[in-house]
Nanobody
Framework: QVQLVESGGGLVQPGGSLRLSCSAS????????VAWYRQAPGKQRDLVAR???????NYADSVKGRFTISRVMTKNTVYLQMNSLKPEDTAVYYC??????????WGQGTQVTVSS
């Protein structure tokens, strides 16, 4: 079992920034993928950003140019830097890692609220 602990969520005004962190209980650098998802009230959980084992990140169209996913091997941590936040970014954000395609783990989620 991989334990994931997220932090960094909160309330921010439109146009502001937040950085989410996801700390893993073991080395995730060689995992198949690390990713961030989000789920707004009454909606499905959607992929926000992901890094596959080859190291190339990809993003949902709605966050391209504003969000950046990164990972630090020495800290077993995945980050999501979120800039130019919009009210529609409001959601619970979840960290997800896949050791292999069929074995994945989720964090507990962290709330991000963008409001004036």
């Amino acid at each position: 079992q991989v334990q994931l602990v997220e932090s960094g969520g909160g309330l921010v005004q439109p146009g502001g920034s937040l950085r989410l962190s996801c700390s893993a209980s073991e080395n995730i650098f060689t995992f198949y993928s690390v990713a961030w998802y989000r789920q707004a009230p009454g909606k499905q959980r959607d992929l926000v950003a992901r890094i596959l084992s080859g190291g190339v990140p990809n993003y949902a169209d709605s966050v391209k140019g504003r969000f950046t996913i990164s990972r630090v091997m020495t800290k077993n941590t995945v980050y999501l830097q979120m800039n130019s936040l919009k009210p529609e970014d409001t959601a619970v954000y979840y960290c997800n890692v896949k050791r292999v395609v069929t074995e994945d783990y989720w964090g507990q989620g962290t709330q991000v609220t963008v409001s004036s």
